[in-house]
């Protein structure tokens, strides 16, 4: 049974044209994080959520916005995408308690962003 | 800079050991993740050491030594679909994921 799901899987938009993606899980977890992972590159942090508290990376650009309405739903906004922004986007989340210091993240399964 | 290296690369054979390493500097430090990737997946959880020693667990192991910075996966009896990224990651005194680029993993029949 999947518990972090991310919809939708692919996405190709046109260079400008506003995308969001979404994350939802069924684990009850406090934390959610998106993630940006180029090809062979390592995973980027461009936010986290604990609980509702927004935690931006500095260097996440204003391009990225985010949005947590619930505890299971998070959601990422980018509002104008630009060839530097394909990608795939991760969404993973942890436990508030022993999880999140021992950094077991339970991940979703992506969604692939192509920028025409 | 807080920096992870590991190699880019490694090309093993079906049945044989191969060992990947990981060194890092990092501004504190509360624990060493395995994740494995899949071409296209999401990566999954595959161990923590936050001790000196080894953690076994099945075919993997997985070693740390904080004094040298360094830390390795050992995957035996490897199989094909053992073919895939397997990325360091370091959790550091913010308690913050600091992830290497990964090793891509190639196993040969």
Same mark, same amino acid.
């Given at each position: 049974?999947?518990?972090?799901?991310?919809?939708?899987?692919?996405?190709?938009?046109?260079?400008?044209?506003?995308?969001?993606?979404?994350?939802?899980?069924?684990?009850?977890?406090?934390?959610?994080?998106?993630?940006?992972?180029?090809?062979?590159?390592?995973?980027?942090?461009?936010?986290?959520?604990?609980?509702?508290?927004?935690?931006?990376?500095?260097?996440?650009?204003?391009?990225?916005?985010?949005?947590?309405?619930?505890?299971?739903?998070?959601?990422?906004?980018?509002?104008?995408?630009?060839?530097?922004?394909?990608?795939?986007?991760?969404?993973?989340?942890?436990?508030?308690?022993?999880?999140?210091?021992?950094?077991?993240?339970?991940?979703?399964?992506?969604?692939?962003?192509?920028?025409? | 800079?807080?920096?992870?290296?590991?190699?880019?690369?490694?090309?093993?054979?079906?049945?044989?050991?191969?060992?990947?390493?990981?060194? @890092?500097?990092?501004?504190?430090?509360?624990?060493?993740?395995?994740?494995?990737?899949?071409?296209?997946?999401?990566?999954?959880?595959?161990?923590?050491?936050?001790?000196?020693?080894?953690?076994?667990?099945?075919?993997?192991?997985?070693?740390?030594?904080?004094?040298?910075?360094?830390? @390795?996966?050992?995957?035996?009896?490897?199989?094909?679909?053992?073919?895939?990224?397997?990325?360091?990651?370091?959790?550091?005194?913010?308690?913050?994921?600091?992830?290497?680029?990964?090793?891509?993993?190639?196993?040969?029949?």
């Amino acid at each position: 049974d999947a518990m972090v799901i991310q919809n939708p899987r692919y996405q190709v938009t046109q260079f400008g044209k506003p995308v969001t993606l979404s994350c939802s899980q069924t684990l009850n977890h406090n934390v959610m994080y998106w993630y940006q992972q180029k090809s062979s590159q390592a995973p980027k942090l461009l936010f986290h959520y604990y609980d509702k508290d927004f935690n931006n990376e500095a260097d996440t650009p204003d391009n990225f916005q985010s949005r947590r309405p619930n505890t299971s739903f998070c959601f990422l906004d980018i509002r104008s995408p630009g060839l530097g922004d394909a990608a795939m986007y991760l969404c993973a989340t942890s436990g508030a308690g022993t999880e999140y210091h021992t950094g077991e993240l339970f991940f979703g399964e992506g969604s692939r962003l192509t920028v025409l | 800079g807080q920096n992870i290296d590991q190699p880019t690369e490694m090309t093993a054979t079906e049945g044989a050991i191969v060992q990947i390493n990981c060194t @890092y500097q990092t501004s504190g430090f509360n624990g060493l993740f395995w994740y494995q990737q899949h071409a296209g997946e999401a990566p999954t959880f595959l161990s923590y050491n936050v001790l000196d020693g080894l953690e076994e667990k099945g075919r993997f192991s997985s070693f740390l030594s904080r004094s040298k910075g360094y830390s @390795y996966l050992l995957l035996k009896e490897l199989q094909m679909k053992d073919s895939a990224s397997y990325l360091c990651a370091v959790k550091d005194s913010n308690y913050q994921l600091i992830w290497g680029a990964g090793t891509k993993l190639i196993i040969k029949p």
